[in-house]
């Protein structure tokens, strides 16, 4: 058994939808059993210790582990942690023999976080949102009542007495949820801009970054529930889209307890060996958190065209739509004969499909980030931000201005498309399996004379995933394959050790060793293959690190 974390869960999570502590350790399944009662006794046991009589216990056996977790009170979830950092030092005592650590020394210490973190203000004041039908978001920082234009915003620590407040001034404003291994982002940027034509003052987080409208508040990884909070106080905003990732699903869980829409774009290998999310079937457990925020409000939005969301939306509670780029798509029939609503592309037309009713809203190469159609893949984001957005109450109308509007240069790093000295470059942020496929099904509509790929991939993907990237690739028709080294992604791997595996991959593949070059940073790969490329060759560069120098190279011709 090894310690991996204790840590806050401060939203919906897989394991239960309040707040509390989750405890992480990788272990086996035979281990597990014998860990999780070990867990539970002596949590239990501090917590009676400490009064705390009504938490709540969950259990998650991972692949690779378990997750335990219990509820616990807003105010004292640092605390809540340091109590599992106790349990599971009592068990690792138990159960292997290690050092018992002293339960009064503990109970005493434990006492003092207590103390030290308690904020009654912020209990009373969460008691208070929620007889009021109120949304109350909340961090170490700050603490806000409503949404977007009917929020207000207090220092954590200076909350305004309850009996003062006009409750009936804060309100919601719509929120939507956006997640799925590939899309999130272009589905979002669609979304927002769809909105933005619309009239609507939107915000959204990405994983790129936190924007009102066209103005940039903060560039970062903004697509956890920080995201979330930061996007839901602006008090211009009267929409909100939120992309919503992997990683801040698991470490902290959602961002809001309620949404008006959800989609999931799709579930595809990637961050596959991460604790938590080391299978498909994790992945999906995660990304199906969303679900449960629109279960009682509004639609989850899904893509039918991926058979582990068709089997899981299988007895769902509530509304679902479903996009598809096959008219024909069995689950799609089946549920708008029975009255549902499914966003298709049929005969290159994207249509809405009500029950009997069918709308046209536009066709695919009128969409600029389809490029002509060819991209398919934004093809099917471009229906699911249909989707969403007349979810939100848009009109068909402003649906196709937004989707026939929004230019390359508004999509950057997803894949864009120039014209360089008689050649095509595209430039795209792809890095699994899926989304490699997709860009080079793009790339081969586009029948270009030669084509180069520039690639590297990080240190913490499994070598089998490392070759399945590099021979799906050398399948779809590759003349030279350019891998970069990326010395800050090697996440516990040595120099070199990435492009081996990429390496002898290509050479089992059947490419010889003049096809394949490897360079220390992605844009002397990049300078490699535009000084390669001729009239009629095309340029497919794989942009893990999102350099501006890339763009700048090709403005500069």
Known sequence: MQFLDARRLTGPSLLFDTHGSILDIACS??????????????????????????????????????????????????????INEWAWAACDQELNGADAPDFDTAVKEIRDAIAEEANPALVDLEAQAAANGVTMLWDDDEVSLGLGRHSQTWPVRELPEPQSLDWARFRDVPTVL??????????????????????????????????????????????????????????????????????????????????????????????????????????????????????????????????????????????????????????????????????????????????????????????????????????????????????????????????????????PGRGNLFAVDGFKVIIDFAHNPQAIDALLDMAAAMQGKRKVLCFGQAGDRPDDLIRELARNAWEKGLDRVIVSELAHYYRGRGPGEVYGVIRDELLRCGAREDQIEHNDEEIASFDSALAWAQPGDLVIMLALERSPELYDRIRAG
Not at 65 to 74: C, E, M, N, Q, Y
Request: aromatic share 4%; proline share 3%; hydrophobic share 45%.
């Open 178 to 411: 956006v997640t799925g291994t590939n899309g999130k982002t272009t589905t979002v940027r669609l979304a927002a801009h769809i909105l933005r034509v619309a009239g609507r003052t939107v915000g959204m987080s990405s994983t790129d970054y936190i924007a009102v409208n066209n103005e940039v508040v903060d560039r970062d990884d903004w697509s956890g529930p920080g995201g979330a909070r930061n996007v839901l106080r602006h008090e211009d905003v009267d929409a909100a889209i939120l992309e919503t990732a992997r990683g801040g699903l698991l470490r902290r869980g959602l961002g809001v307890f309620a949404a008006d829409a959800a989609v999931i774009t799709n579930i595809g290998r990637d961050h596959l060996g991460d604790f938590g999310s080391r299978t498909l079937d994790d992945l999906m457990d995660i990304k199906w958190i969303v679900s449960r925020a629109v279960r009682d409000n509004g639609p989850l939005i899904l893509n039918a065209d991926d058979a582990r969301l068709v089997e899981r939306a299988r007895g769902y509670p509530g509304t679902l739509v479903w996009f598809s780029l096959n008219p024909a798509n069995p689950v799609v029939l089946s549920h708008t004969s029975n009255g549902g609503i499914a966003y298709v592309l049929e005969d290159d037309e994207l249509v809405r499909i009500d029950g009997e009713a069918a709308e046209r809203i536009c066709n695919a190469a009128d969409i600029p980030i389809t490029l002509q159609g060819a991209a398919r893949h934004n093809t099917a984001n471009a229906l699911a931000a249909a989707a969403l957005t007349c979810a939100m109450g848009v009109s068909i109308d402003d649906v196709r201005r937004g989707l026939t509007t929004m230019t390359q240069e508004e999509n």
């Open 29 to 82: 399944g035979d281990e597990a059993e014998r860990l999780v009662p070990a867990w539970k006794k002596h949590v239990g046991r501090m917590l009676s210790e400490l009064g705390w009589n009504d938490a709540e216990f969950a259990t998650a056996k991972l692949a690779g582990g378990v997750s335990l977790a219990f509820t616990a009170p807003l105010d004292a979830l640092y605390a809540a942690s340091a």
